[in-house]
């Protein structure tokens, strides 16, 4: 059995996730849970249950909602390449999206996303340079807006620098994570909305430990 812990530490608030996963044979189970699942005692709120079947599907049941989403998994061969596709249904949002990955080679490959009860799609093509860069541009066709994004792996993998903008909010973000010696990741989060007269910043700092149990 896996567990996961994540904290995240903003300046107004302090906030808890949680995770445990167990394998029966070729499908996982899973619970994930908030803080507000224990911070007012025992309760469903925040609890979420999950059957997975990797590569293939996954059954995700949002208890206090009582809401059922699904996601179905599968790869096909486009002019020999590889095109990763998920199908996504949100039964009581009544909510459904087909997510698909082409990926033509291994520096390149192209994403798409189309909702189908909106009708809107986004598009995001990603190239990595060396094995340590990655440069991503994405267009909202309903937004009408590209975003853009580039990380960089520093000493040998352990740390990665990602900047982002988008151009629809406006918004510019920076963050900083590390590999952790005990088996999880260190992550900080810096944020500006440049449409805001202030212009002031937002900072946030996430720690998560993956263990065996």
């Not at 812990?5 to 996730?17: C, I, M, N, Q, T």
């Not at 998920?86 to 009581?92: D, I, L, M």
């Amino acid at each position: 059995m896996k567990a996961s812990l994540r904290g995240k530490y903003e300046p107004d608030k302090v906030s808890a996730f949680g995770s445990l996963a167990a394998a029966a044979g070729d499908v996982k189970l899973r619970a994930s849970m908030t803080d507000a699942t224990f911070v007012k005692g025992p309760s469903l709120n925040g609890l979420n249950l999950s059957l997975e079947k990797p590569g293939s599907f996954v059954i995700d049941y949002n208890v206090p909602k009582q809401d059922i989403r699904f996601y179905f998994m599968n790869t096909v061969r486009v002019l020999d390449k590889p095109l990763n596709l998920t199908y996504t249904h949100g039964w009581s949002e009544k909510k459904t999206a087909l997510d698909g990955t082409l990926v033509l080679d291994s520096a390149n490959k192209v994403s798409a996303s189309y909702a189908l009860d909106s009708g809107n799609c986004k598009l995001k093509y990603t190239y990595v340079h060396g094995g340590a860069c990655v440069l991503e541009p994405s267009y909202d066709f309903a937004k009408n807006s590209w975003d853009f994004s580039v990380s960089q792996r520093l000493y040998d993998g352990d740390d990665v620098v990602r900047a982002s903008y988008q151009t629809s909010s406006r918004v510019l973000a920076l963050d900083w994570s590390r590999k952790a010696m005990f088996n999880g990741v260190f992550k900080i989060s810096a944020s500006v909305n440049l449409a805001e007269e202030s212009k002031r910043p937002k900072l946030t700092a996430e720690s998560t430990w993956n263990f065996d149990i």
